[in-house]
C-alpha cells in the first residue's frame, strides 16, 4: 500500500538543503546582534548624558514652580487626609460633619487627650445623652436600618 504525497499522515522525510537556510538565519542573527548593540549604546547615552541634561536643564527654567508644585500636592494630601479622617469620625460617631471635624482637630492639636478606652467615640453612650439623638443620628440609623 503506497500513500500518496498530498495525504496528511505521509511522515517521509523530505530532504532539505539547510545550507542556504543557515545563511540567511545567520545573516538575520547578526544584523539583530548589532540592532541590540546599536540599541545599547544610545540607551547609555541616555541614561548618562540626555537625562542628567534634562534634569539639571528643568530645575534651572522650572526649579521655582516644580518647588511650588510641590508643596501645593503636598496640601492637597494633607486636605485629603483630613477629609478622610473626619469622614471616618462622622461614621464611627453617628455625628454631623462639623462636629465630627472639630473632633478630629481637637485630636491633631491634643495626640496626648485622645483616650483609648473607646468611649468618647460612642456619645450615644454617655451619661443623660441616652434616647437624644440628633437628626444626622436618626437618618444615619435609618438608612442602615
Known amino acids: 500500500m ?9 511522515r517521509r522525510i523530505v530532504p532539505v538543503e539547510q545550507e542556504g537556510l543557515r545563511e540567511t538565519a545567520a545573516a538575520e542573527c547578526t544584523s539583530a546582534k548589532a540592532r541590540l548593540e546599536q540599541a545599547r549604546r544610545c540607551w547609555h547615552h541616555f541614561e548618562r548624558k540626555d537625562k542628567p ?8 527654567e522650572f526649579g521655582a514652580l516644580l518647588s511650588k508644585a510641590r508643596d501645593v500636592e503636598e496640601q492637597i494630601r494633607n486636605a485629603h487626609a483630613l477629609v478622610h479622617e473626619v469622614e471616618m469620625e462622622m461614621r464611627r ?13 481637637f485630636r491633631r492639636e491634643n495626640p496626648s487627650a485622645a483616650t483609648d478606652d473607646g468611649d468618647a467615640e460612642r456619645p450615644w453612650e454617655e451619661e443623660g445623652a441616652a434616647g437624644k439623638l440628633s437628626d444626622f443620628e436618626k437618618e444615619s440609623l435609618f438608612q442602615n436600618g
Do not use: I, N, T
Not at 53 to 60: G, S
Open 93 to 105: 460617631g453617628f455625628q454631623d460633619a462639623h462636629s465630627a471635624y472639630q473632633r478630629v482637630m
Open 2 to 10: 503506497r500513500k500518496d504525497r498530498d495525504d496528511p499522515c505521509d
Open 53 to 60: 541634561a534634562f534634569v539639571r536643564w528643568r530645575a534651572r
